[in-house]
């Protein structure tokens, strides 16, 4: 059975900084894409960043770029999100989802990471940035 559990949310002020923590059991990190998705109150969800751990391409939304940074740990099956410099803006919860070929595709090329790329999804963590 295929889970993802993604931790490491909370409250912080502008500026301030979070790790998400994306933990994968069932699920081998070499043959997928990881991706993070946020949803804020009201909002489409969106996606912020992924990785493919195969070749190590990344994917950042515009809105991220230069203050958040995805890695992986491949031996802890773990995907980890640093955001760095947050803004009230980043508020929402925040999923980890993991796909294959067509989400792996997406970040090669440098596209916006589909819901329907993503066939696992984590329950989501609440990220708060207050002004």
């Known amino acids: 059975e295929v889970q993802l559990q993604a931790s490491g949310g909370g409250l912080v002020q502008a500026g301030g900084s979070l790790r998400l923590s994306c933990a994968a059991s069932?699920?081998?990190?070499?043959?997928?894409?990881i991706g993070w998705f946020r949803q804020g109150s009201g909002k489409e969800r969106e996606g912020v960043s992924c990785?493919?751990?195969?070749?190590?391409?990344?994917y950042y939304a515009d809105s991220v770029k230069g203050r958040f940074i995805i890695s992986s740990d491949n031996a802890k099956n773990t995907v980890y999100l640093q955001m760095n410099n947050l803004k009230p803006e980043d508020t929402g919860v925040y999923y980890c989802a993991g796909g294959g070929y067509a989400a792996i595709a997406s970040i090669v090329h440098q596209r916006s990471p589909l819901k329907v790329e993503y066939d696992y999804w984590g329950q989501g963590t609440q990220v708060t940035v207050s002004s």
């Open positions: 990785i493919s751990s195969s070749d190590g391409s990344k």
């Open positions: 069932g699920f081998n990190l070499d043959d997928h894409a």
